[in-house]
């Protein structure tokens, strides 16, 4: 079970824009940056978003993060054929036990 | 132009060490602007974070694996490494390498491809 949770699928088909929530807690996403990670089959992540709306160059302006209280999202405007991947949220996370990195289960996404 | 290689053995008996390198290429090691991190993802499953190391050769790993890992740096070689033991089948999965800015709540932009660990016997 991941520390922030995520819907494990979600669709669109292209042109449309598509939402994928990431939940957590205080310990984490409220008190700390959230990250976008995209991976497509078979590679490793490559990074989306950073410090919660960012987005490093050479990332489309269709990607756009944000972050709300213990939320975040990440939207994806005119979807295309090659967003169908893997994505993933992560945020660091203050707990008792100590620092620690989190991810969600992550979100397979389909264009239809 | 950044690059992060994983290499290691792709199958290590229940019990015994897994040990990892990645060779880092583009970038230096020992730069203070960047920490280093292990991350994996067992197959069919989401990512995890393993730890992390700086360039002082301060470590910060995930408290649920803080007993069993190692990580190092050999800035002679641009190289850092992983160690975790002992391991069990639970710790079959790709191991990725990655790079991050070295800024509070800072997470990895640059991941190495990733290597197949199985653990079996």
């Known amino acids: 079970q991941s520390v922030l949770t995520q819907p494990p699928s979600a669709s669109g088909s292209p042109g449309q824009r598509v939402t994928i929530s990431c939940s957590g807690s205080s310990s984490n996403i409220e008190s700390n940056y959230v990250y976008w990670y995209q991976q497509l089959p078979g590679t490793a992540p490559k990074l989306l978003i950073h410090r919660n709306n960012q987005r490093p160059s050479g990332v489309p302006d269709r990607f756009a993060g944000s972050k709300s209280g213990t939320s975040a999202s990440l939207a994806i405007s005119g979807l295309r054929s090659e967003d169908e991947a893997d994505y993933y949220c992560a945020s660091w996370d203050h707990t008792l036990s100590g620092q620690d990195w989190v991810f969600g289960g992550g979100t397979k996404l389909t264009v239809l | 132009q950044l690059q992060l290689q994983e290499s290691g053995p792709g199958l290590v008996k229940p019990s015994e060490t897994l040990s990892l390198t990645c060779t880092v290429s583009?970038?230096?090691?020992?730069?203070?602007?960047?920490?280093w991190s292990w991350i994996r993802q067992p197959p069919g499953k989401g990512l995890e974070w393993i730890g992390t190391i700086y360039y002082s050769g301060s470590t910060y790993y995930k408290p649920a694996l803080k007993s069993r890992v190692s990580i190092s740096l050999d800035t002679s070689k641009n190289q850092f490494s992983l160690n975790l033991s002992p391991v069990t089948a639970t710790d079959t999965a790709v191991y990725y390498c990655?790079?991050?800015?070295?800024?509070?709540?800072?997470?990895?932009?640059?991941w190495g491809q990733g290597t197949l660990v199985t653990v079996s016997s």
């Open positions: 583009g970038g230096s090691i020992s730069s203070s602007s960047y920490y």
């Open positions: 990655a790079r991050g800015i070295a800024v509070p709540g800072a997470l990895p932009d640059y």
